[in-house]
């Protein structure tokens, strides 16, 4: 990842990709408290476009409220710089990073002298879970390791460390065979993925948990948008894993998964076993949405140039 030609911005100034670093007393690298973004730019009917910026550079800002973090730019700032990484890399699609992250100006859980420091890179990425999961649905099973707990780490935050979490989960489930894992909260109920959040479909009726002990998706906020908009019933309730084994259909959403069928939990086969109507209806019209098709929700996209 590091050695590529390009440029990224690192606290207001543009760096060259292979320059951009931080020394090993980095604070965050130590401890993990910092805050990112994950959002997608595509090639829009209109040209390069970001898709629901404001709604991530908004998220960016409430991780760091929650995490006691003092931005030191504004959002629009921050959101000139994601357009600017895209203009910059001549990518007409791309996966965008943001990141907070505190410096090496202090060590030691107490130090109380540490600068926020923010970066932007951004680079080309294809489909997160494999192009074939888009269309054929992946294997998922319950991971052992609980979803991290709201009075712990807090779900509401888009935070560097809650992720060690999704890596122990992801891990397992990858050296299973399995594609991806379904982490349940303290009390046992689905929480998400590792990265994504979770949506089931019952007698044409949509599912998904609250998001108590998950992240505020914006990918899961612009299906609920979607389906309610073609006329589905959309509730967030608390679902048990038994209920996703007979679901008629599951699927994942994310900024980088983007709308991802699941095919199997714990061996057992979900529906048909293969990309259900509704998760295929609502991919197509996120897919339509994210690239500009349609007059709806053109606010959702954000032209670079
Ligand atoms: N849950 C977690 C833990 C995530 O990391 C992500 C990816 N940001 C999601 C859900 C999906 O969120 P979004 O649709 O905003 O990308």
Sequence with gaps: MDDRDGVIWLDGQWVEWREAKV???????????????GIRAYHATQGTAVFRMQEHTDRLFRSAHIMNMKMPFTKDEINQAQRDALVKNQLDSAYIRTMCFYGSEGMGLRADNLKVHVMVAAWPWGAYLGAESIEKGIRIRTSSYTRNHHNSTMCKAKANGNYINSILALQEALSNGYDEALMLDHEGFAAEGSAENLFIVRDGKIYTPETTSALEGITRDTVM??????????????????????????????????????RELDNRTIGSGSRGPVTEQLQALYFDAVHGRGDSHADWLTYVA
């Design 225 to 262: 948008t979607i389906a309610r908009e073609q006329g589905y019933e959309v509730m967030e309730k608390r679902i048990t894993r038994d209920e996703i084994y007979v679901a008629d259909e599951a699927f994942f959403t994310g900024s980088a998964a983007e709308v991802t069928p699941i």
């Design 23 to 37: 020394h090993v007393l980095t604070h965050t690298l130590h401890y993990g408290l910092g805050v990112f973004e």
